[in-house]
């Protein structure tokens, strides 16, 4: 079985700020690791995912995560947010199944 | 190219009234997801098709809950007879292909409000 946690239900900066979302996650066996992204009135889209390999990841729009095992963290990054990030943020992990668990999502408020 | 598209938007029904969702994947997928999320929880699968096969439906809550995929194309997910607790966003998912190599893109959802 396996379970994520983000510890965050809103987050709101100001544009231009760094912004960091949180998800730590467990599992029992390796893990795949996502961050989907869904913006108002729309379906989830992925952001970006950890399938193996480098652990530092990244988006085309700025965004990253880094996969951290002995943490069991996979938190999502931006150095300067925009106005358009406003948007509901869901950190998810699959196991052998491959189905994803997610998150409860995190609201990510860009105040101009 | 046309994303995957859920109908209806919105329902809102009473207690003990059904309701059937349905969700049109993306053309060529063969792969097809359901996902519910009750409100500020977490979004949790429901079942996975493979063309007109349940591949996967541990996630279906209880026998009120029919998913069909009729002909490997669309599929239906009915709720009969609804209770309070159904209330929350049916999600439709489709992939090309397995998962995680495959991407699977989401339809905008149907917002059930079972009052």
């Known amino acids: 079985a396996q379970s994520v946690t983000q510890l965050d239900s809103q987050v709101p900066v100001f544009e231009e700020a760094p912004v960091e979302l949180r998800c730590n996650y467990s599992s029992s066996v390796s893990v795949y690791l996502f961050w989907y992204v869904q913006y108002p009135n729309q379906g989830l889209q992925l952001l970006l995912k950890y399938l193996s390999g480098s652990t530092l990841v990244e988006s085309i729009n700025g965004f990253e995560a880094e996969f951290n095992k002995s943490q069991t963290s996979f938190h999502l990054r931006k150095p300067s947010v925009h106005i358009s990030d406003t948007a509901e943020y869901f950190c998810?992990?699959?196991?052998?199944?491959?189905?994803?668990?997610f998150g409860r999502g995190t609201s990510l408020i860009v105040h101009p | 190219e046309a994303g995957v598209t859920q109908f209806p938007s919105h329902s809102v029904i009473e207690k003990g009234q059904t309701v059937t969702l349905r969700c049109d994947p993306i053309s060529g997928h063969d792969n097809l997801y359901w996902y519910r999320r009750v409100m500020g929880k977490e979004i949790k699968f429901l079942l996975h098709f493979v063309k007109e096969s349940k591949q996967d439906e541990s996630g279906m809550p209880n026998n009120r809950f029919l998913a069909e995929r009729t002909g490997g194309t669309y599929s239906t997910l009915k709720v009969q007879p609804a209770e309070l607790e159904d209330s929350g966003v049916y999600f439709c998912?489709?992939?090309?292909?397995?998962?995680?190599?495959?991407?699977?893109?989401f339809g905008p959802g149907t917002r059930l409000t079972v009052t």
């Open positions: 998810a992990v699959a196991g052998g199944s491959y189905i994803p668990t």
């Open positions: 998912a489709s992939s090309q292909g397995s998962l995680p190599s495959y991407e699977q893109y």
